[in-house]
Nanobody, 125 residues
Framework: QVQLVESGGGLVQAGGSLRLSCTAA????????VAWFRQAPDKEREFVAA????????YYGDSVKGRFTISRDNAKNTAYLQMNSLKPEDTAVYYC??????????????????WGQGTQVTVSS
């Protein structure tokens, strides 16, 4: 099972951009679908985006469509979340998660097998 480490969070002004990275330790990263979730204080965890292990199918939450892009580089064992046109309501801790050989369309949030520790994203108005 891979272990995940997020990086790239920070403080940015509204309208700005950040790129988050999710780097996996383990030899089978290419066999894992990867998702990003976020959780703001006093709010439930929210699905942000996901990319499948095969064919690179991508999925997005409604609140980020057209602004965020998920991608992966299997040679670097890393998945990315490019976040553009950031809004104060995007402020949250962002977590990446992975599931072995299942398309994200068939995975409920709590079913992801492994999670990173999270990285804070703060968007100021």
């Amino acid at each position: 099972q891979v272990q995940l480490v997020e990086s790239g969070g920070g403080l940015v002004q509204a309208g700005g951009s950040l790129r988050l990275s999710c780097t996996a330790a383990g030899p089978t990263f290419r066999s894992y679908s990867v998702a990003w979730f976020r959780q703001a204080p006093d709010k439930e965890r929210e699905f942000v985006a996901a990319i499948s292990y095969s064919y690179d199918n991508t999925y997005y939450g409604d609140s980020v469509k057209g602004r965020f892009t998920i991608s992966r580089d299997n040679a670097k064992n890393t998945a990315y979340l490019q976040m553009n046109s950031l809004k104060p309501e995007d402020t949250a801790v962002y977590y990446c998660a992975a599931h072995f050989r299942r398309d994200p369309s068939r995975i409920r949030g709590e079913e992801y097998e492994t999670w990173g520790q999270g990285t804070q994203v703060t968007v100021s108005s």
